[in-house]
């Protein structure tokens, strides 16, 4: 059965410190797709980034990076420099097969404090 | 570009009593989701439709929930009778699917609506 471990609860760091949030999935397909979603405090969750399981290469947009690596089971999420406005619920996610892309498992995500 | 709407935002209610929750997903988007989140269990898959067909209702608790989707532009979730451990917030998310009825996995949320069962 597919599940998602996101084993830390909380965090909190300083702004500017480098901040990695961990995931790790399980999940019998050879086929599958990993995500990672933000849900600041106003409620509504937000997509950040899709990766699928034949697609390794790490991913930088910005202050955030992916790093991928199958032989680990493990889409970890690095957010450099943090500012405030980067607290939230970070949620990573998985779904299994080439068609049903959308139908997500969530971890129980991680809480992000960064204080000023 | 307006998101999903939910309503209400907010629904404190008593046990026993009916509780509809309304959904307005993006225009163009033809895949529609419910989602509980509660701090026991998380984000939980209720069901979902493709193009108002529902897909997989897998994930809905029992016989006390009911979704419908008549139309494109709406979708509702039922709870009667409502009880305490219904309490939640209920997220509703839309997506587009590409051709050939395969989606993304971006999901576009609303901002929930928060129940409260006393």
């Known amino acids: 059965a597919q599940k998602v471990t996101q084993a830390q609860t909380e965090i909190s760091v300083v702004e500017k410190e480098d901040v990695t949030l961990d995931c790790v999935y399980e999940?019998?397909?050879?086929?599958?797709?990993l995500f990672w979603y933000k849900q600041p405090p106003s409620g509504e969750l937000v997509f950040l980034i899709r990766r699928n399981s034949f697609d390794e290469q790490n991913e930088i947009s910005g202050r955030y990076s992916w790093n991928f690596q199958k032989s680990t089971s493990s889409f970890n999420f690095t957010i450099t420099a943090s500012q405030v406005v980067d607290s939230a619920v970070y949620f990573c996610?998985?779904?299994?097969?080439?068609?049903?892309?959308?139908?997500?498992?969530f971890g129980t995500g991680t809480r992000l404090q960064v204080f000023p | 570009d307006a998101g999903v709407i939910q309503s209400p935002r907010h629904e404190v209610t008593e046990m026993g009593q009916e509780v509809t929750l309304r959904c307005k997903p993006i225009?163009?988007?033809?895949?529609l989701f419910w989602y509980r989140q509660t701090m026991m269990r998380g984000l939980e898959l209720l069901i979902y439709?493709?193009?108002?067909?529902?897909?997989?209702d897998s994930g809905m608790p029992e016989d006390r929930f009911s979704a419908k989707m008549p139309n494109a532009s709406f979708s509702t979730l039922k709870i009667q009778p409502s009880e305490p451990r219904d309490s939640a917030v209920y997220f509703c998310?839309?997506?587009?699917?590409?051709?050939?009825?395969?989606?993304?996995?971006?999901?576009?949320f609303g901002e929930g609506s928060r129940l409260t069962v006393l």
């Open positions: 996610a998985l779904s299994e097969g080439a068609y049903n892309t959308d139908k997500l498992i």
């Open positions: 439709f493709n193009n108002n067909v529902p897909i997989d």
């Open positions: 999940t019998r397909d050879t086929t599958y797709y």
């Open positions: 225009s163009g988007h033809n895949s």
């Open positions: 998310a839309s997506s587009r699917l590409y051709s050939g009825g395969r989606g993304t996995g971006e999901l576009f």
